[in-house]
T-cell receptor, first 115, second 109 residues
Framework: IAGITQAPTSQILAAGRRMTLRCTQD?????MYWYRQDLGLGLRLIHY???????GKGEVPDGYSVSRANTDDFPLTLASAVPSQTSVYFC??????????????FGPGTRLTVL | GQNIDQPTEMTATEGAIVQINCTYQ??????LFWYQQHAGEAPTFLSY??LDGLEEKGRFSSFLSRSKGYSYLLLKELQMKDSASYLC??????????WGAGTKLIIKP
């Protein structure tokens, strides 16, 4: 593994189904982030984690949950998917935490369609 | 509220120079980032400014004026591979990145 990987690459999901998007990084970065990217809008932060064992809510957290059991993995779960969650989801990581320069490195993204 | 404004789309000619502007209003300021994103790919880091002035990195330069809430990305000697979206993002008082919608740059031969 080099950098950040995400799985699946793409997924079509029926509304009401539960779905977990996976994210793994091998850079030993402290902080990790989940964003969604929709046409005409900037990246919007869903949840973040400054270090293993802690998580926080971003700008658009409703309908999503995360966990950070270890440094490398940061899965994003949609408990009951709705069509408005159709989007491209990017996982990112950075070496710094609050108070430090925090260039973020991005995974390749997961394209999710909820029907 | 917090917002980042950038033009939606720009067109330029191969070999020319283009300037992409970004204005911002955020709760606090801890630096401004520019990222490049090719269609269907992930954003990749281009530059970071935290102090006023110009940062030059090869063909790309980025300028910041904190008093004006303004930045620009300057791309010189444009190449076809520069066709991409350019994202402006500001680190706010909580050190979270607030992102603009991006500027799609089209390069014509």
């Amino acid at each position: 593994i080099a950098g950040i990987t995400q799985a699946p690459t793409s997924q079509i999901l029926a509304a009401g189904r539960r779905m977990t998007l996976r994210c793994t990084q091998d850079m030993r970065h402290n902080a990790m982030y989940w964003y969604r990217q929709d046409l005409g809008l900037g990246l919007r932060l869903i949840h973040y984690s400054n270090t293993a064992g802690t998580t926080g809510k971003g700008e658009v957290p409703d309908g999503y949950s995360v966990s950070r059991a270890n440094t490398d993995d940061f899965p994003l779960t949609l408990a009951s998917a709705v069509p408005s969650q159709t989007s491209v989801y990017f996982c990112a990581s950075s070496d710094g935490v609050a108070g430090e320069y925090n260039e973020q490195f991005f995974g390749p993204g997961t394209r999710l369609t909820v029907l | 509220g917090q917002n980042i404004d950038q033009p939606t789309e720009m067109t330029a000619t191969e070999g020319a120079i283009v300037q992409i502007n970004c204005t911002y209003q955020t709760s606090g300021f801890n630096g401004l980032f520019w990222y490049q994103q090719h269609a269907g790919e992930a954003p990749t880091f281009l530059s970071y400014n935290v102090l006023d002035g110009l940062e030059e990195k090869g063909r790309f330069s980025s300028f910041l004026s904190r008093s004006k809430g303004y930045s620009y990305l300057l791309l010189k000697e444009l190449q076809m591979k520069d066709s991409a979206s350019y994202l402006c993002a500001v680190s706010n008082s909580n050190y979270q990145l607030i992102w603009g919608a991006g500027t799609k740059l089209i390069i014509k031969p």
